[in-house]
């Protein structure tokens, strides 16, 4: 048989490439801006679209999607190509994928900022954006699968097995959690609530942190820390195991982002378990990386490539030990709701992502323009630079999440708390958020020393559009060898591995959801609960434009220290018309849960408008338009349509004359604030009215009970 | 559509079975893993070790180690 001469497709992995930069100095820039407004809360220039609530969302999902999608498409298309021996199979896909991928990012850009977000984590992008993601994931699916069946090469490699266990999982996830009812093309519902609508939203966000920052990041990492260092993988043997454990496993571990929740107790001690034996693959996979090097560990000090791989596969070690140990009970009651947790993300985002990131860019662009890297030294200095970085960014937000939940747990002799004022535990870590700060921009400068090597880098090559290879191509009738395992029959057949990948993590999904979506007993109805009224429901609506949820929980957890601050702990059935849960999942504010009734109208209306005069050295922004705007009731009605379709109990009644009961309830809240404050300008159709009704209702049906 | 997706799982009979299955499925599969792990030719692992490398580079990693 002839040996076939054929042309790899550089272009869209350069293309991911440079969006890998580009959009990833933006994202990391709104990140250093959202940390900077936690010490200096007035930079949001009292303008909404520039206020913490919203801009973190734009922050996380650009660090995510943007940042480390981009460069997961430009590994694979460069990786995918020259392991199967073949040309991506569709050049039109490709341009689809890269700009169809590129204006998904441009839209978030430009709809987080003006609030229009369905709150959940990770997922906060509204349904018509949902849908895109959809179609261009099923295009980037289509171009691999089609590339994989005109391959030159019959085994697959495992970093080709991890890219469709991302591909396949990330549309199952993407598409379950994601299940809403639109009331207009802005705004929509999910149709699952409270309890049930946390367990997906969080078996989602936990394995968008697997199978999109981890499993194609490992498939990168076997991929790459082999050419880097020239060698092949330590063991192959590993990486099956590796594989199959880590997905099988990860998909299980999502509820231990809800330990002391309302969640069901079984579903809470399966999701630790779960967990736990997370570490096993995780460090296989961490040591096969690591031994990977073995013999080459002299070429680290030269190289900034493998420096930059060697401590991501570290830090990724660091995160994977570090996660199963927070999902214990015990360290969980300490950790969650504090800011250990987003030093434990960066330590996974800016260590092991963008680390791989960093690495992968110092070897592959000099490849495609047939020149070497403009400035080892610069690279090493970014190194450095980067490193450092690291350290300031996750160091004190340790040392801030173990100061503000000892001070949230500490009692006087009397059983009294000690600092009863939530915002003494806040004042006291805000040092720490400048320092972080600090670590932030230095990590940035770190990717502009690489901006201005890339770029020099660039100018003194010419760039290989098309790489000429050549290889034999597969016979028609494969003869088994003697004596074969089903592991290798798996190996030559990504459609049956696509198959088995998804009945692998569905198990999970299974095992975990079904039980909460049927039994009824898992979710005890409380009779006095009731829906929200349709002002408290406009309120609420507002609650998520702004993004209060990113810094306020609405969950009092059974702990003494909780309910002595907050009062009753938080129940399931308290949350059954809750479309969307609101739970959040870190307390920068304090807990909100049981805060109806707690202040008088004037405080909450003085409060939003200038948080300072309520609560000296509050770090929490103003929000001066919520004001002047009118409430926008144009949906109001299609709201209680939707809520009613979701099994919300409102009466035919209730909706028709919706407008009577919002003005009756908006009317009585403004005649108390005109009776409390003097000479004060505001009329029942601001939205100030609406969100006080909101958060004058949260956790008071209870109270009516007792 | 909804009915589908809410409140009516517990409309299917047995589907508490559906769980315990799960968990069967979940353990054979990973003991085949281990067992086709230990039983796998040395040689094969080799080749699949090093299918990153093209034949230069793994040329240059075997001039290296002899």
């Known amino acids: ?168 999982t990330v549309a199952l996830l993407h598409i379950v959690n994601n299940l809403a009812i639109p009331v207009s093309f802005t705004k929509s519902y999910p149709v699952f609530a409270g309890v049930q609508d946390a367990l997906v939203q969080w078996w989602y966000g936990h394995n968008a942190v697997a199978f999109f920052l981890t499993t194609p990041v490992l498939g990168l990492m076997y991929y790459f820390v082999p050419k880097a260092a020239n060698r092949p993988v330590y063991s192959y043997r590993l990486s099956i195991v590796h594989f199959w454990a880590l997905i099988f496993l990860y998909i299980w571990a999502g509820p231990h982002h809800l330990l002391y929740t309302a969640l069901p107790e079984w579903a809470q001690s399966l999701g630790t378990v779960f967990s736990i034996m997370l570490i096993f693959p995780s460090w296989g996979g961490m040591l096969n990386g690591l031994l990977t090097l073995r013999g080459a560990w002299d070429k680290v000090r030269e190289s900034a490539v493998l420096k930059f791989f060697v401590v991501a596969i570290t830090c990724y070690g660091m995160a994977t030990l570090e996660g199963p140990l927070l999902s214990l009970k015990s360290i969980n009651a300490i950790a969650h709701y504090t800011d250990w947790i987003p030093a434990h993300v960066h330590i996974g985002t800016l260590g092991w992502n963008g680390f791989m990131i960093f690495g992968m860019i110092y070897w592959l662009l000099p490849r495609m323009y047939n020149t070497s890297l403009f400035s080892q030294k610069m690279a090493n200095t970014h190194f450095w630079i980067g490193t450092v970085g690291i350290i300031f960014w996750a160091l004190p937000m340790y040392v801030a999440g173990f100061t503000q939940s000892l001070m949230w747990k500490e009692f006087n002799p009397d059983g009294t708390l000690v600092y009863a004022n939530f915002l003494e535990t806040v004042t006291q870590i805000v040092p720490m958020y400048a320092l972080r700060a600090v670590g932030g921009s230095l990590y940035i400068i770190g990717m502009l020393v690489m901006g201005v090597n890339v770029f020099r880098t660039i100018k003194s090559g010419n760039f290989i559009k098309e790489e000429e290879d050549s290889a034999m191509p597969l016979t028609k009738v ?40 049927m039994v009824k007993s898992n979710i005890p109805t409380i009779a006095s609960v009731k829906p929200y009224t349709v002002l408290e429901l406009e309120g609420r609506d507002i609650y998520i434009r702004e993004g209060c949820n990113a810094c306020h929980s609405q969950m009092v957890r059974p702990f003494r220290s909780e309910t002595a601050r907050y009062g009753e702990y938080s129940k399931a059935g308290e949350f059954v018309y809750d479309h969307p849960f609101l739970w959040g999942s870190k307390r920068t504010g304090p807990d909100l849960h049981r805060v109806g009734g707690k202040y008088s109208h004037s405080w909450h209306y003085n409060h939003m408008l200038d948080p300072q005069s309520m609560s000296p050295g509050s770090i929490m922004p103003r929000y001066p338009w ?47 604030l005109r009776e409390q404050i003097e000479e004060v300008d505001v009329e029942k159709s601001d939205e100030i009215v609406a969100l006080i009704a909101y958060l004058q209702r949260l956790g008071i049906d209870i109270k009516a009970e007792n | 559509m909804l009915k589908f997706i809410k409140h009516h799982m517990d409309s299917i009979d047995g589907i508490g079975l559906y769980p315990v299955l799960s968990f069967l499925i979940f353990f054979t599969v990973f003991i085949l893993m281990l067992v086709y792990i230990i039983a796998v030719d040395k040689k094969t692992m080799k080749a699949r070790s090093s299918m990153a490398l093209n034949n230069n580079e793994l040329k240059a990693f075997e001039n290296e180690n002899q």
């Open chain 1, 626 to 672: 919520l004001f002047g705007n009118p409430l926008n009731t144009i949906h109001s009605q299609e709201k209680l349509n939707v809520m009613v379709k979701l099994g919300v109990p409102y009466s035919q009644d209730y909706i028709d004359n919706w407008e009577h009961y919002m003005d009756l309830q908006a009317q009585a809240i403004t005649d108390d």
């Open chain 1, 478 to 517: 494969f003869k088994k060898a003697k004596g074969e395992y089903w592991h290798r029959w798996i190996e030559r057949r990504p459609v049956q591995l696509m198959v088995w990948s998804l009945v692998v993590v569905l198990l999970g999904g299974i095992l975990e959801i079904v039980p909460t979506l």
């Open chain 1, 1 to 168: 048989m002839n040996t076939e001469t054929f042309y790899y497709d550089n272009r869209w992995a350069k293309n991911f490439l440079i969006a890998t930069m580009v959009w990833g100095l933006i994202a990391l820039l709104i990140g250093l801006t959202a940390a900077l407004q936690l010490v200096f809360p007035e930079l949001n220039a009292n303008t909404s679209w520039l206020t913490f609530g919203r801009l973190r969302a734009l922050h996380t999902n650009g660090a995510i999607f943007a940042f480390v999608g981009n460069s997961i498409f430009a590994g694979v298309y460069y990786s995918l190509q020259r392991l199967l021996k073949t040309r991506i199979a569709s050049d039109a896909l490709s341009k689809f994928h890269f700009w169809g991928w590129q204006l998904i990012i441009l839209s978030a850009v430009i709809t987080l900022p003006m609030g229009l977000t369905s709150s959940k984590e990770y997922a906060e992008l509204e349904w018509p954006i949902d849908i895109a993601i959809a179609i261009v994931w099923v295009a980037f699916g289509v171009n691999m699968f089609w590339t994989i069946l005109k391959r030159r090469e019959r085994h697959l490699y495992v970093a080709i097995w991890f890219f469709i266990a991302t591909f396949v």
